[in-house]
């Protein structure tokens, strides 16, 4: 009987250490799922004129279940976030997302944005300058350049760029991305409530300008009724009465 019962406890006992392994195992997945998902709803818009590289990172960004929206200059990234009309040469882009119009029609946002430094007409860093005195000055700006020249990365650091990123890129480099890419959906998520706010707001402030308008028309309505009643409430005008006369 002591036997049987040591045997018993000895397998209570494994159950437990097997169910305690198995809750870390099912918190991580469950962790793993929740940031999956959280990728899945950033978007990063990458420029780069060397169609390798811009290819490279493009399949670098979908890996990590990134939105990407691949332009190929400086220009046509500012056409893609409205900062510029929309130019006359076709856009030469691998975009999962609509043009500028439709961008901001539909209220999408862009997370990150990735530039190489070196390319033809317009720079990274004169692409950064751009954004940073744009109405996208919070969204934050990687920097990429085949070349290590300490004094680029200081120039475009001290312009706002969140990080300068030394190619080819690798997919410990993007690990470096989350928490600025975490950081840009706080703020935007903080700027729609604000929005809601106004929002809220504004309809209030028109309901009760509205309720007031209708108090005032009741008010009115209900003096004039007055008015009406009290004139038709006058004494009627009384005529004297014929004296009946004396039949003979």
Excluded at 41 to 58: G, Q, T
Excluded at 127 to 141: F, M, T
Excluded at 219 to 235: D, M, P, Q, T
Aim: with cysteine.
């Amino acid at each position: 009987m002591e036997l049987k019962s040591e045997t018993v406890e000895v397998e209570d006992t494994q159950k437990v250490i097997l169910l305690e392994e198995e809750q870390p195992q099912h918190e991580e997945e469950e962790e793993e799922k929740q940031q999956q998902e959280l990728q899945e709803s950033f978007h990063v818009l990458a420029v780069d004129d060397s169609v390798i590289d811009r290819k490279l990172l493009e399949k670098l960004l979908k890996i990590s279940s990134y939105q990407v929206t691949c332009v190929d200059s400086g220009d046509k990234a500012l056409e893609f976030l409205g900062l510029i009309d929309k130019l006359d040469t076709p856009t030469d882009s691998t975009s999962s997302s609509s043009p500028p119009q439709s961008l901001q029609q539909e209220g999408s946002k862009v997370n990150l944005i990735m530039t190489d430094f070196c390319m033809p007409g317009m720079s990274g860093y004169d692409l950064l300058k751009r954004v940073k005195g744009s109405s996208w000055k919070d969204v934050p700006v990687v920097v990429m350049s085949s070349e290590n020249v300490p004094s680029r990365i200081s120039m475009c650091l001290e312009e706002g760029a969140e990080e300068f990123l030394l190619k080819p890129l690798q997919l410990s480099d993007l690990e470096k991305l989350q928490p600025h890419l975490l950081k840009s959906l706080n703020m935007n998520n903080q700027t729609c409530t604000e929005m809601e706010k106004e929002l809220t707001k504004d309809n209030n402030e028109s309901t009760d300008k509205n309720n007031y308008n209708d108090s005032n028309n009741y008010i009115n309505n209900n003096n004039s009724f007055s008015k009406r009643k009290a004139l038709s409430a006058e004494a009627p005008e009384r005529r004297p009465k014929m004296k009946e006369l004396a039949v003979v």
